[in-house]
């Protein structure tokens, strides 16, 4: 136990905590900037099992936040390339790459197979997608987002609200790091908050972080926080998220991808409208407006998300 001295004796830790990481299994979606920190933190401290998905490569302009790669990884899998930097860390603890991307048919079976699922991802349809999976499976998720200087970190699903009781929406404009920029440092923070989150979870610790939001602007150098226990699920999960493989004959599907964008006219009543875009959010927004004039069958997909 030489290699968690420093933590067992930590009050409420001790041998039956480092038992508890040892025998976790945890799902991680995403090895790129949170994953840089919040990865070597989880392994450090001995959690037994991580799955790892990422569906990318290491990219030169990347470097600034994801640490944990190398000018030698480049044009390697992300996944991969996590997996043995962390096995030189501590081989007490087994990385299993996933070079793939997860979709909601994909990540159901992933996340029936571990206790918690971590949401360090850049695309708000693959988070929204896990939430749904983790609400309805009962599972813990830990979910963190940055752009720029700012960014939060959640603990959603495993009892406590899903990211739809707590964002019901998306705002009017979603950002991206190569558009919008992302400063390293805001990243590793995020992603040490995550890494602590995930361990106090797996650790029984009470106040649970589950129904917990930290908020982090260090453009502006606030620091804020405020639990959603009490948050209200909506009545119904809209619009779905789907992968493409959930496409049936029977829907109706808005391709806004293309230059012509035809007006929904569903068949019947009960037929399900599913908008597709790249990245999700044109499809989002079209959906919510259909929702709005009170159809309730209606879906999405991102098709790069």
Not at 58 to 67: F, G, K, M, P, Y
Not at 87 to 94: H, I, M, R, S, Y
Not at 166 to 195: N, Y
């Amino acid at each position: 136990m030489t290699r968690y001295a420093r933590q067992i004796r930590l009050s409420g830790f001790g041998a039956t905590g480092q038992a508890k990481l040892a025998a976790a299994r945890v799902l991680v979606v995403g090895a790129g900037g949170l994953g840089a920190t919040l990865l070597p933190a989880l392994v450090g401290a001995g959690v037994g099992y991580l799955r790892l998905a990422d569906p990318d490569t290491v990219e030169e302009s990347n470097l600034h936040r994801q640490t944990l790669f190398r000018m030698s990884d480049l044009g390697r899998p992300k996944a991969e390339a996590a997996a043995v930097a962390l096995a030189g860390l501590n081989p007490d603890c087994e990385v299993s790459p996933l070079v793939g991307r997860l979709d909601p048919v994909t990540a159901r079976a992933e996340i029936a197979a571990v206790d918690l699922v971590i949401d360090a991802a850049d695309s708000f349809a693959v988070t929204y997608a896990l939430s749904d999976l983790c609400h309805a499976a009962g599972t813990s998720l830990i979910s963190a987002s940055v752009l720029a200087r700012q960014g939060y970190v959640g603990g959603f699903c495993g009892g406590a609200p899903s990211l739809r009781a707590v964002f019901p929406d998306l705002p009017g404009r979603l950002g991206s790091c190569a558009v919008d920029g992302v400063m390293g440092p805001v990243v590793a923070t995020l992603g040490a908050l995550q890494a602590q989150m995930v361990l106090a979870v797996l650790l029984g610790q009470k106040p649970s972080p589950l129904g917990q939001m930290l908020s982090l602007d260090l453009a502006d150098w606030r620091l804020g926080a405020f639990r959603f226990d009490g948050a209200p699920e909506p009545e119904t999960a809209l619009p779905e998220i789907l992968a493409p493989a959930q496409i049936t004959r029977d829907d109706l599907v808005i391709d806004l991808r293309a230059q012509q964008q035809p007006e929904p006219r569903p068949q019947h009543a009960g037929q399900r409208v599913v908008f597709v875009c790249t990245t999700g959010l044109r499809a989002w927004r079209a959906a919510q407006a259909v929702i709005a004039d009170g159809y309730r069958s209606v879906a999405i997909i991102g098709d790069g998300a």
